[in-house]
């Protein structure tokens, strides 16, 4: 009987280390303030990709705020994302202004095919830079 256990959570930690994870975020405030691009001063939304899988690698194809019109975001794209990596694009808030909820209106393509939607990202420090970009 223990066999049998132990043989079924060894197949279903098989078939979860499989999986891609991937969390999306996207914010344009921090604490109530509007995030800025340092180098323009212009308010910008950004959208952050981390890759959650505990042994494979994501690639993300397309990149956009779902809306009438979408918005999408051509940036660096298509991107290979190792364990725990990231990727994050801004763009200025007034090309996504016609997006109510923007924060919920990111989605991310994977190469598999598999959109996975945006959540607004809270968790965020006063000061900080883009991953892999200039500052925001």
């Known amino acids: 009987m223990l066999g049998t256990i132990t043989w079924v959570l060894d197949q279903l930690l098989a078939l979860t280390q499989g999986w891609r994870r991937v969390r999306v975020l996207v914010h344009q405030q921090v604490g109530g303030v509007p995030v800025v691009d340092l180098a323009t001063g212009i308010p910008v939304v950004c959208i952050k990709v981390t890759n959650l899988s505990p042994q494979r690698e994501v690639q993300i ?60 990202n809270r968790n965020l420090p006063p000061v900080g830079r883009v991953a892999g970009h200039g500052s925001a």
């Open 61 to 120: 194809e397309h990149v956009w705020y779902q809306g009438t019109p979408q918005v999408a975001l051509l940036a660096g794209l298509p991107a290979r994302l190792r364990l725990d990596e990231t990727w994050e694009e801004c763009i200025p808030t007034n090309r996504v202004a016609h997006i109510p909820e923007v924060e919920h209106a990111g989605r991310v393509r994977l190469s598999n095919g598999k959109i996975i939607r945006s959540r607004p």
